[in-house]
């Protein structure tokens, strides 16, 4: 685990940021003198310092000086206080970060800072393979897109194969339910390609009816047919030289997935209405969140257009999977409603997180963010409260439990193991997910004499 030392004489400032990077999976410890930092420095390994500038007695300057080439040092000012902090980042300090700041910015800050490597080692970046080092550099592009958020083991592989796949002209399939974040990660690979230049177009092949979407991919001539009031150009001559991405491609008709084969073996498309042929360079990347695989084996989709289509595939996982990416995604979304509604929120109440963890997130992370962007406009406090969440999140496990299969006796068993089992056996907060007092949920588990 990353180890992080932060210097900051305000305890109460220090312990609210200290929570937030635990929470953030960075073992965290804290010191709010210059003597007691400098006995942690000499006792234990740090990969990172943060520090303020201005506490009592101490030189914060000498102490980035000091570290220079060894630990990264990011250090933190007040608002007035810019010339000292680029006096800082000449001494050696990797960065800084103005108070007030949003734990957004003290991640980015913070994984920028990790990835940077010592002044020491700099010079040796000439010996590290052409290949290994296009790679770090992606990794951290990947990481600062600024949309893609990716942070647990879950999508660790994930981000891996994206900075793979993303430089190569190779065609992409990308797997997952609605809302984690398919488009977003088409653009990302977009941007992360030799065609970030060029156009990227996105086309929702759910959303158009089958007869339009010859006129969708290709383009119209005015008059070829009724409606065609004027020339159209079409989605792969719009996205010439760029990316076109396919969403929803597993709802295309039969007649349209010919169609579109054709063209991306051709690599030539015409107008509707005109004799004319136009090359297209393009490349492809489609979503879908069904199983084409097996719509290609009920033969609702065609086998070449499929391979055509996944060169290489995606999985992207649910958000109930991918627990470990909720902190980063939390505060990335805090972060970003923050600016917009122009509010200081600094942190999640500890009951917003359990409800957080605890939730099943059908809507994934579009769901999460409607979610934060809801609870940023009705705080008015510094930590969002569970009162500002609406009705679902409070009560999650009817919604996990199906119904259909279970008696009433079976169902509220079933409710009670499953509270539980998500609050790690935590009676108190079983009982306040299952919203009863926790005199009722030990009656209920002696009821059903349930062995916990
Ligand atoms: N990893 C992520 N980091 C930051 N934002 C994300 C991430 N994943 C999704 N989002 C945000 O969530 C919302 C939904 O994402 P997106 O539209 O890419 O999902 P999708 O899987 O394509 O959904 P659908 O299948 O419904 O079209 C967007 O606002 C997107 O910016």
Not at 69 to 87: D, H, N, S
Not at 208 to 233: M, R
Not at 320 to 331: I, Y
Not at 363 to 383: F, P, S, W, Y
């Amino acid at each position: 685990m990353t180890k992080i030392l932060i210097i900051e004489d305000d305890t109460s400032f220090a312990q609210m940021l200290q929570k937030f990077l635990v929470r953030n999976s960075f073992d965290v410890v804290l010191s709010h003198t210059e003597l007691d930092g400098e006995k942690q420095l000499n006792e234990q390994s740090f990969q990172l310092v943060i520090t303020d500038l201005r506490l009592p007695d101490y030189d914060g300057i000498k102490l980035v000086s000091e570290l220079k080439g060894k630990i990264p040092v990011v250090v933190m000012t007040g608002y007035a206080e810019v010339t000292t902090a680029v006096r800082a980042m000449k001494m050696g300090a990797y960065d800084y970060i103005s108070k007030p700041f949003t734990p957004d910015q003290m991640l980015s800050v913070i994984d920028a800072a990790l990835n940077s490597k010592p002044v020491a080692t700099k010079e040796l970046t000439k010996e590290i393979p052409e290949n290994s080092k296009d790679k770090v550099a992606n990794k951290e592009r990947v990481a600062h897109a600024g949309e893609l958020v990716l942070n647990s083991q879950a999508t660790q592989k994930l981000e891996e194969h994206i900075v793979l796949v993303a430089p190569t002209d190779m065609s992409v399939l990308i797997i997952g339910e609605s809302g984690t974040g398919k488009e977003v990660t088409a653009k990302t690979i977009h941007q992360k390609s030799t065609r970030n230049e060029k156009p990227f177009v996105a086309l929702d092949c759910g959303a158009i009816p089958k007869e339009l979407a010859a006129s969708e991919f290709f383009g119209h001539i005015k008059g070829s047919f009724t409606g065609a009031v004027a020339d159209k150009i079409g989605s792969f001559e719009a996205a010439n030289g760029g990316t076109l991405f396919l969403d929803e491609v597993g709802n295309l008709s039969y007649e349209n997935q010919i169609q579109l084969l054709r063209a991306l073996q051709e690599r030539k498309i015409k107008r509707i209405g005109s004799n004319s042929e136009i090359q297209v360079d393009v490349r492809i990347l489609s979503a879908t969140n069904e199983d084409l695989k097996a719509a290609v084996e009920k033969g609702t989709f065609r086998e070449d257009l499929y391979h055509r289509l996944n060169e290489f595939s995606l999985q992207i996982p649910a958000l109930k999977n991918r627990h470990g990416d909720l902190p980063v995604l939390a505060a990335y979304f805090l972060g970003k409603f923050n600016e917009k509604l122009n509010k200081q929120i600094l942190d999640f109440s500890d009951e917003v997180w359990d409800i957080f963890k605890a939730y099943h997130w059908p809507g994934n992370i579009r769901e999460l963010q409607n979610v934060i962007q809801r609870a940023v406009l009705l705080t008015t406090v510094e930590k969002v409260q569970a009162n500002t969440l609406p009705s679902e999140l409070m009560n999650p496990v009817l919604e996990t439990v199906e119904l259909g299969s279970l008696s009433k006796a079976d169902f509220e068993k079933e409710q009670i193991i499953n509270a539980l089992k998500r609050t790690n056996y935590n009676k108190s907060k079983a009982a306040k997910l299952l919203q009863v007092t926790r005199k009722t949920l030990y009656n209920r588990i002696n009821y059903y004499d349930l062995d916990l």
